[in-house]
């Protein structure tokens, strides 16, 4: 997953989040939310909505990449309900979740389930799911070859060094026919589980940010989309992708989360309903160069593929 350079984002209900987050400032935050809480009302569904003359009720949500478009437009929708979305943008995908555990969040939305569950085994919290968006393929591309069998043997490609998307690369490099891994591969390989005598081709851990720029001297890389973009490729040029569709590709739904504890929040649960109006839709599979494949499983399906990972991750 990459880490974005920080930036400071023009919009007033975006703001970056700082590395030291103070808690003087969050029980302001939560003082504030009791004194919107008080002049707003409830529709059918149990969410706020704010009484004539009232205030709004304020959700901190924190992600990665404020500035896309689906995120104006899902603020506007949220508001249009009496409900203040203040995104906190965060320059790394390690910052989201240890934010939402200490209770300077409420929701956060940027990661799949698999990096959600090895949060919470390696830091002993209990986030859970209350919501899916979408899966985004992983692909494999290269500027000197037009499909995998051209890709020779002794080929080097380069894939993400981070432990979650390493896994995936692998994953879908042996799917392609070009690796084997010890004992069929998992959702938690590294390169030392590829097996070199029976692969094709070589990896080459690098960050996510230079999969791309590695282009030219690789003879492929397997590039997060959020990349892509920037680097002005086509994601339709894909030598070979996963198949977000398969049962394989559950750990890495994206997900809305939230504390155990919350997991029933009216407001919350609006909200992620919210995000599925359908112009929001629209502008997330148009920000993923028309990519990424929308999810709506249940809260409870999602729960029941965190468990699986995480059994899995505790071995």
Same mark, same amino acid.
């Given at each position: 997953m990459p880490a974005?350079?920080?930036?400071?984002?023009?919009?007033?209900?975006?703001?970056?989040?700082?590395? $030291?987050?103070r808690r003087a400032a969050a029980a302001i935050g939560a003082a504030a939310l009791v004194v919107g809480l008080a002049s707003c009302g409830t529709d059918d569904d149990g969410a706020a909505v704010p009484e004539e003359g009232g205030t709004t009720e304020t959700v901190t949500i924190g992600?990665?990449?404020? $500035?896309q478009d689906y995120w104006r437009i899902f603020e506007?929708?949220?508001a249009d309900e009496g409900i203040d979305v203040d995104l906190v943008d965060f320059t790394e995908y390690s910052q989201p979740n240890p934010a939402l &555990?200490?209770? #300077? =969040? /409420?929701? @956060? %939305?940027? #990661?799949?389930?698999?990096? =959600?569950? %090895?949060y919470n085994v390696e830091a002993g919290e209990d986030l859970v799911p209350i919501g899916a968006t979408a899966v985004y393929p992983l692909g494999l591309y290269s500027e000197r070859h037009t499909s995998v069998d051209d890709i020779p043997e002794g080929g080097e490609i380069a894939v993400p060094n981070d432990p979650t *998307?390493?896994?995936?690369?692998?994953?879908?490099? #042996? +799917?392609?026919g070009l690796v084997a891994l010890r004992d069929g591969g998992s959702a938690f390989v590294t390169e030392a589980d590829v097996l070199a005598e029976e692969s094709r081709v070589s990896v080459t851990p690098v960050d996510a940010q230079q999969t791309a720029l590695a282009l030219g001297s690789v003879d492929a890389s397997?590039? @997060? *989309? /959020?990349?892509?973009? +920037?680097?002005?490729? +086509?994601? /339709? &040029?894909?030598?070979? %992708? +996963? /198949?977000?569709?398969s049962d394989a590709a559950r750990p890495y739904i994206n997900i809305w989360a939230t504390r155990a504890e919350d997991a029933d929040n009216p407001t919350y649960l609006r909200l992620v309903e919210i995000f599925k109006d359908e112009e929001i839709q629209q502008a997330l599979v148009e920000n993923s160069g028309g990519t990424a494949v929308l999810a709506d499983q249940s809260a409870e399906e999602l729960r029941g593929y965190l468990a699986d990972v995480e059994a899995d991750a505790q071995g």
């Open positions: 974005p350079a920080l930036t400071t984002l023009a919009p007033h209900s975006r703001r970056t989040a700082r590395p $030291a987050w992600v990665v990449g404020a $500035a506007e929708r949220a &555990s200490q209770g #300077q =969040l /409420d929701v @956060n %939305q940027f #990661q799949h389930i698999l990096y =959600l569950a %090895q *998307n390493l896994a995936r690369a692998l994953l879908v490099l #042996q +799917d392609a397997i590039i @997060n *989309n /959020d990349f892509l973009l +920037d680097a002005g490729i +086509d994601a /339709d &040029s894909a030598l070979y %992708q +996963d /198949d977000a569709g």
